[in-house]
């Protein structure tokens, strides 16, 4: 079966520290995967989404970027963290075009 | 663009009371619909899903109508437990081509 993994749980950074956030699907090969940030008593914000090695597409400009180096890795990373990127970041990823999402556990950003 | 909208939490019920939490969207074709929940400090859990039209999905004593007439998939359930206590998410992505999910806001269930 298919398993979706992403780390840290938890991370507290000062501001202007730097940011590595770590997603990886099991049991599928090419799937699509997708970052979003969840705010605080807000709903979900796609951030960006890859339909393959190299290939990202990012849904709003912002501090953040993302790359996928391999077929089931997915990380999103910050060079200068800001107070405003604090929030609960999810993975998710689908198989295929139009398909629903399975999303990770979570990770929860705290910037001070 | 496509849009969902729900209706605002939160939705403070005793256990035993039957739930409905609205759910109303807007495309520009025949979306497929879901509805996801998120329980305290997880990720998201696709609860239920349809594809089309008078389609209805169920799970956990959770359903949905896919209602095309009124552009809605209001959820519902009987009979809540405490441990339905949870965010609800309502979501649409579009059948044709590629498209990423469409989420609502999210309605938050308190169940004592």
């Known amino acids: 079966s298919q398993t979706i993994h992403q780390w840290p749980a938890t991370l507290v950074q000062p501001v202007g520290s730097p940011l590595s956030l770590e997603c990886t699907v099991e049991?599928?090969?090419?799937?699509?995967l997708y970052w979003y940030r969840q705010a605080a008593g807000r709903g979900l914000q796609l951030l960006f989404y890859?339909?393959?090695?190299?290939?990202i597409s990012s849904e709003v400009p912002q501090n953040l970027s993302a790359s996928r180096p391999q077929d089931r890795q997915f990380i999103l990373s910050s060079k200068k963290l800001l107070l405003s990127d604090s929030g609960f970041y999810l993975c998710?990823?689908?198989?295929?075009?139009?398909?629903?999402?399975?999303f990770g556990e979570g990770s929860r950003l705290t910037v001070l | 663009g496509d849009s969902v909208t729900q209706m605002e939490g939160p939705v403070t019920l005793s256990e035993e009371a039957f739930l409905t939490i609205n759910c109303t969207y807007t495309a520009t074709g025949y979306p497929s619909l879901f509805w996801y929940v998120q329980y305290p400090g997880e990720g998201l859990q696709l609860l239920l899903k349809a594809t089309k039209a008078d389609d209805k999905g169920s799970n956990k004593g959770f359903e949905a109508t896919y209602r095309k007439e009124t552009t809605s998939f209001h959820l519902e359930k009987g009979s809540v437990q405490v441990s339905d206590s949870a965010v609800y998410f309502c979501?649409?992505?579009?059948?044709?081509?590629?498209?990423?999910?469409?989420f609502g806001k999210g309605t938050m269930l308190l169940v004592s």
């Open positions: 049991g599928t090969s090419n799937p699509n």
């Open positions: 890859s339909v393959g090695i190299g290939q």
């Open positions: 998710a990823w689908s198989a295929e075009e139009a398909g629903e999402l399975f």
């Open positions: 979501a649409l992505v579009m059948n044709s081509g590629y498209s990423t999910l469409t």
